[in-house]
């Protein structure tokens, strides 16, 4: 039963600083746009990657899909 008086304020010390952290996140905006970097990866970012006899002409496919 000592353990008791030596895990309760062991508990309790863990448990502020998990409330702490939670919100220094909120407050430093970590849980602001949750959303963005989820639809990033659909981005077409690599346009260095592709040769050049493969790069189509962004007018020309504007101009067959009207």
Do not use: A, H, N, R
């Given at each position: 039963m000592e353990i008791v008086?030596?895990?309760i304020p062991i508990a309790l010390i863990l448990t502020g600083l998990a409330f702490w952290a939670?919100?220094?996140s909120v407050n430093?905006?970590?849980f602001d746009d949750l959303d963005s970097p989820a639809h990033s990866i659909?981005?077409?970012d690599?346009?260095?990657?592709i040769p050049d006899d493969a790069?189509?002409?962004k007018k020309d496919v504007k101009s067959n899909n009207d």
């Open positions: 008086i030596i895990l939670f919100f220094w430093s905006g970590q659909l981005y077409d690599d346009e260095d990657m790069k189509v002409d």
